[in-house]
Each structure stands twice: as structure tokens, then as C-alpha cells.
């Protein structure tokens, strides 16, 4: 499924990148007010876009910060 994901300025949004993001391999956000998480590539701004349940999306960014990745 692609979701559409082209400007309507009566309901403008921003993709927001990772605070750590040094370069151009990072991914953006898009936290829907009443809805998903949606997350693509940043090199691509019409990539796929995966969704998250807000559940989801809370459990994945707190295993995040709960192990240490490999650099």
C-alpha cells in the first residue's frame, strides 16, 4: 500500500529527521496526530513508507534506547 503523501496546505506536515543523523543514510518521522507512525528513507522523499501503530511505534523506540547497536 502507498499512502499519499503529497502537500495539502490546509493539513501541512513535516517529516522530521533523528537528532543524531550525521549524514544522508538517516530515516524520517511523520507522527500523525490521529493516526500512525509513518517512517521512510530520508535520500528518497517518495520512498516506501512503513506504519506504525502508536503502540508499536512506543515499544520499537524503547527497545531502541534499550540496546546498544552496533556503530
Known sequence: ???????????????????????????????????????RDSKLSDSPIIAFSRPAWTRFVAELHRTELPS
Not at 503523501?5 to 530515516?27: F, I, L, R
Open 1 to 39: 500500500m502507498r499512502l499519499n503523501t503529497s502537500p495539502d496546505p490546509a493539513t501541512a506536515v513535516q517529516w522530521k529527521k533523528g537528532t543524531y543523523c550525521e549524514n544522508a543514510n538517516c530515516v524520517e518521522v511523520l507522527a500523525l496526530r490521529h493516526g500512525p507512525v509513518l517512517v
